[in-house]
C-alpha cells in the first residue's frame, strides 16, 4: 500500500515527466533534420563533432563529398553545416542569395584572437562595408595600374637581383617582395631586408593566426558554449588564441606608432594610411575604433603579402616539379620579350600561358584550404533541401580543386587546362557563368576577396620574370652530389598553407639576362627610396 500511494503521487510523476523530456530533448541534440541535405550519420549530443578531425578538415572534407555528394551536411552539437562543394550550389547560393548569405558564423577563438576588430570573421554590416570600401577604393585596377604599379615593377627588379646574388634565399626574399610591396602602398615604408620590421611583421602575425583559426584546431566553442568558460591555464587552444592576439596587437600597434611618430614630425608620404587618416582629420574623426583602424591596416598587409607569398613559393615549387611547364613559358616569354627586357604587365594578352600557370597554381595548392565559412541570416532551400537559419556554409576550395567532377586528373599541375581561360579571376568571380569558373581561391559572392587584382598582378609579374630569367630544378647538393627531392605535399597545417621552407636550384638563363637585371637595379633603387 505504501508503495502504491508513492507512485500515485501526482508530484513524482511530474518530476518523472521532466526527467523523460529533459532526456528526450536531450537526445535530439545533433540530430540531423531529414530536410537538410544528406550526411555522415550523427550521434546524440555531439552529432559529427567526434567525426571532425584536428588538422586536415579540407581533406575529409573531399572524402564526404564522395560519399553523400557534393552538397552534404554535418551536426555540431545544435548547429548545422553545410559544405557546398558545387558550382552551381555556390553560385544560385553564396552570389546570388549573396543578402541573406554574407555573414560569418559566430568565432570565440576569432574574437579572442581580434578583439572582434578584423574584416575576416565580421558581419555584413556599415562597418564591414567601410572597410571593403576602403579596400576596394586603394586596389582596384584603376590605381594599382596607374600608380601603385610602379611600386611593384620596381621591387620585383630588387628581387630579381637578390635571387641572382643569393639564390639560396629564395624563400625569404619571395616574402620579403609580397610583404615590401604592399607596406610601401599602405604604409609608405618598404621592407628592405627579409628580417626588416616592415617585412618579417606579417608572417609573424600570420603564422599565430593560422594556427589558432583553422577549423577542428579548437574545440567546439561555439556550438558548446560551457567551453569557453575553461579558464587559459587549463586550454592550449585558449593560450593559442590570446598569444596570437598579442602578437597581432604588438605588430600593427607598432607599425602604427611608427606612422604617428613620422607624423608628428610634419612628413607625410605617399600611402594609403597617410591619405585615410588626413581624410579623417578633416572630416573630425573616422568611423572606426583606433584598434579597429590598426588592424584593418595590418589587414591590408595580411591579405597582400602572406597569402600571395604563398603562392608565388607554390609556383616556384612546381616549376622544379614540372620542367616541361618552364620550357613552355619561356618559349612564349622569348618570343615577345627576347633577352632584351623582363615582361611586364602589358604584356598580359601576349603572355595568356602565364596566366594559365597563376591559376594552375591556385587552384593544384589553394592558400585558403577551407575558405572562411559563410552564414545564412534565414531559413532558405536549395533543390528541395532545407538550410536552416544560421547555418554555418563552408566553400572547401582544396575540396572542390581536387574533385574529380570538376578538374580531370586534379593531383597533376596542368596549367593547359586554363588555355581557355585567358582572363583574370575576377571576370570569373563575377561572372553568371558558373560553369565556366577558372578557381575558388578568392572566395565567392559578397565576401570574395577585396584585394585579389593586387594579388593577380603581383603573382602574374613574378611568375613572368623568373621565368624569363631563370631556370629551376631540383637541388643537388655541390660537395656530395646528393639530390634532395622536391616535396609537393610538405605543407604547413592550419587556416592558410604555404610551402614548408625547400631547397630548389635557381640558375640564371645567360650572361645577356643578368646584365639586364643588374641595368634595371639602380633605377630601382632610386625610385623606392622615398619608402626608406
Known amino acids: 500500500m505504501a508503495g502504491a500511494t508513492i507512485w500515485s503521487s501526482p508530484y513524482l510523476w511530474a518530476i518523472v515527466g521532466l526527467i523523460s523530456i529533459s532526456i528526450y530533448r536531450l537526445l535530439q541534440v545533433g540530430k540531423r533534420d531529414p530536410r537538410m541535405p544528406p ?12 567525426q ?4 586536415g578538415l579540407y581533406k575529409q572534407f573531399r572524402e564526404w563529398a564522395k560519399e553523400y555528394g557534393p552538397i552534404f551536411s554535418l551536426k555540431l552539437g545544435p548547429a548545422n553545416v553545410v559544405v557546398l562543394c558545387d558550382r552551381k550550389a555556390i553560385h544560385k547560393l553564396l552570389v546570388e542569395k549573396g543578402a541573406i548569405y554574407s555573414d560569418r558564423p559566430d568565432s570565440y577563438v576569432g574574437h579572442l584572437l581580434t578583439k572582434g576588430d578584423h ?3 565580421s558581419q555584413m554590416d556599415p562597418l564591414w562595408r ?8 586603394n586596389f582596384s585596377p584603376k590605381p594599382l595600374d596607374e600608380k601603385h604599379f610602379r611600386v611593384q615593377e620596381a621591387e620585383a627588379t630588387i628581387l630579381m637581383n637578390n635571387l641572382l646574388t643569393n639564390p639560396e634565399d629564395f624563400f625569404r626574399q619571395i616574402r620579403r617582395y609580397t610583404a615590401s610591396v604592399v607596406s610601401s602602398i599602405t604604409y609608405g615604408y618598404r621592407g628592405e631586408t627579409p628580417d626588416s620590421f616592415w617585412a618579417q611583421g606579417v608572417y609573424d602575425v600570420m603564422d599565430k593566426w593560422t594556427a589558432a583559426m583553422e577549423p577542428g584546431a579548437n574545440p567546439p566553442v561555439d556550438e558548446f558554449k560551457f567551453l569557453q568558460w575553461v579558464p587559459a591555464s587549463m586550454s592550449f587552444w585558449k593560450r593559442r588564441a590570446i598569444e596570437a592576439g598579442s602578437v597581432m596587437d604588438h605588430v600593427w600597434g607598432e607599425a602604427r606608432r611608427r606612422i604617428d611618430e613620422r607624423r608628428a614630425k610634419g612628413e607625410r608620404r605617399n600611402c594609403i594610411i597617410d591619405a585615410l587618416l588626413d581624410e579623417y582629420d578633416k572630416k573630425g574623426g573616422m568611423p572606426f575604433s583606433k584598434h579597429g583602424f590598426d588592424n584593418l591596416m595590418g589587414e591590408l598587409i595580411e591579405g597582400g603579402a602572406d597569402t600571395t607569398a604563398a603562392q608565388l613559393l607554390t609556383l616556384i615549387l612546381a616549376f622544379g616539379l614540372y620542367p616541361e611547364v618552364q620550357k613552355k613559358a619561356r618559349k612564349e616569354i622569348d618570343a615577345v620579350c627576347g633577352t632584351e627586357r623582363a615582361p611586364l604587365w602589358s604584356d598580359f594578352e601576349k603572355l595568356p600561358y602565364i596566366n594559365s600557370i597563376v591559376k594552375e597554381g591556385m587552384r593544384w595548392r589553394p592558400v585558403a584550404v577551407t575558405g572562411l565559412p559563410h552564414r545564412v541570416r534565414e531559413d532558405d532551400f536549395y533543390e528541395g533541401m532545407f538550410i536552416p537559419k544560421d547555418t554555418t556554409l563552408f566553400l572547401p576550395t582544396w575540396a572542390m580543386h581536387h574533385s ?3 578538374y580531370a586528373d586534379p593531383e597533376t599541375f596542368n596549367p593547359d587546362r586554363y588555355i581557355n581561360h585567358e582572363k583574370l579571376a575576377s571576370d570569373y568571380a563575377g561572372s553568371p557563368d558558373w560553369a565556366n569558373r577558372d578557381h575558388y581561391n578568392y572566395g565567392a559572392g559578397r565576401r570574395v576577396c577585396p584585394g585579389m587584382h593586387l594579388a593577380e598582378r603581383n603573382m602574374w609579374r613574378i611568375a613572368a620574370k623568373l621565368l624569363w630569367a631563370f631556370e629551376f630544378s631540383e637541388y643537388v647538393d655541390p660537395r656530395t652530389g646528393v639530390k634532395t627531392p622536391l616535396d609537393a605535399q610538405a605543407y604547413n597545417p592550419g587556416i592558410l598553407q604555404a610551402p614548408l621552407p625547400f631547397k630548389i636550384a635557381i640558375k640564371p638563363r645567360s650572361e645577356k639576362h643578368i646584365e639586364r637585371i643588374n641595368q634595371e637595379m639602380s633605377e630601382a633603387l632610386d625610385f623606392l627610396k622615398q619608402y626608406s
Do not use: C, F, M, Y
Open 39 to 50: 550526411g555522415p550519420p550523427t550521434i546524440p549530443v555531439l552529432g559529427n563533432a567526434h
Open 52 to 55: 571532425i578531425p584536428s588538422t
Open 404 to 406: 574529380d567532377n570538376i
Open 119 to 121: 574584416l575576416a570573421i
Open 130 to 137: 567601410e572597410k571593403r570600401k576602403v579596400i576596394a577604393h
